[in-house]
């Protein structure tokens, strides 16, 4: 008797694009003035694995993701402010949508500020800046993101109040979990000292990609999402449900994938709206923390009922 039987393929835990609701785009390409030791795609002023994206590219993906219905769109990098189309850029932008740009403040110019404060104003919508610094002073900050980048930074920051933004001061969190109330209150009490008197928190896990795994360490075997876990999880939490990426080398499942060869789902928008397995490491940093890259909101002040059990209250300030 052939006794061979059918080789079943393994389960993947798929996670459907449910809407392209968010849109990023990776427009500072892997250029970074600075380089910051925990970096998740080892952004540097060397790196240029990935490009930038210039306003031509932008533009028809702007018309494309808004006959797609993309609620808001998000430009990173690398340090965005390198790109010398990020204005005209955010100008477009806020024709179609709200939008948000991340930085690390240290570029900005105070004519840009003035224009992109205008453009705000002649828009219907938001124009949000999400400012990473990881301490609340230069010893806890400068050895993360080096000499000099906390009062850099902050220079940025002030810039940004005085134009009448409300900047997200973005924290990866490098100090252990039981000093999260001390630290967090200490970033509130400084960003008030200097003149931000309503300041914005978001906290951020360690994402252990890039820079980061060498500074601490990569991923263990263990550490991967099950098709199990996905069972009874909200997918809203996941980024990869509700957005996708675009960069010069193609459209990829999210920011933080943009190095993981497979998580290039095609050319265009429209060839990068299929299912994603979601098997790697990072997936599983997402999976307890939640929301990762989306901006804090008002209603996001606390976490809500179905947030992922382990996300800490300072995650979304
Ligand atoms: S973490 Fe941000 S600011 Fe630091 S090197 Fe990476 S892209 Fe640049
Ligand atoms: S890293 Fe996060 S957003 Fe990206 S594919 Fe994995 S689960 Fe989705």
């Not at 809407?19 to 600075?34: E, K, M, P, Y």
């Not at 028809?60 to 390198?82: D, M, R």
């Not at 896990?205 to 098709?227: D, M, N, W």
């Amino acid at each position: 008797m052939n006794d061979r039987r059918e080789e079943q393929a393994p389960q993947l835990p798929l996670v459907p694009l449910a809407h392209l609701d968010q849109l990023w785009f990776q427009v500072g390409g892997t250029l970074c003035n600075l380089e910051c030791r925990h970096c998740f795609i080892s952004c540097s002023p060397r790196n240029r694995t990935f490009g930038f994206l210039r306003l031509q590219d932008v533009l028809p993906v702007l018309e494309e993701a808004a006959a797609l219905g993309v609620k808001e769109f998000y430009y990173t990098g690398g340090e965005p402010f390198l790109n010398p189309d990020m204005v005209p850029i955010l100008e477009h932008t806020l024709r179609y949508g709200p939008a948000t740009v991340l930085t690390n403040a240290t570029v900005l110019r105070q004519q840009w500020l003035d224009r992109l404060a205008r453009a705000e104003q002649d828009s219907l919508y938001s124009l949000e800046f999400r400012v990473s610094l990881d301490g609340f002073s230069p010893e806890t900050n400068d050895p993360i993101r080096g000499p000099g980048t906390f009062q850099r930074t902050m220079r940025g920051v002030e810039q940004l109040v005085q134009a009448g933004f409300l900047p997200i001061i973005t924290a990866t969190r490098t100090w252990p979990l039981q000093q999260e109330a001390e630290v967090v209150g200490r970033f509130v009490e400084m960003l008030k000292q200097r003149g931000y008197l309503r300041p914005r928190l978001k906290i951020l896990p360690t994402i252990h990609l890039g820079a980061e795994a060498r500074r601490t360490r990569g991923y263990l075997p263990g550490e991967r999402i099950t098709p199990d876990m996905l069972a009874h999880y909200d997918l809203n939490h996941l980024l990869c449900h509700r957005g996708r990426i675009v960069t010069d080398r193609g459209v990829y499942v999210c920011p933080l994938l943009i190095e993981t060869p497979e998580a290039r789902l095609g050319q265009r928008l429209q060839e990068a709206l299929g299912p994603f397995a979601v098997t790697h490491g990072a997936c599983y940093t997402c999976y307890q923390h939640g929301a990762i890259c989306s901006n804090p909101s008002g209603g996001e002040m606390l976490p809500s009922a179905g947030s992922p059990a382990s996300q800490s209250p300072s995650e979304q300030i």
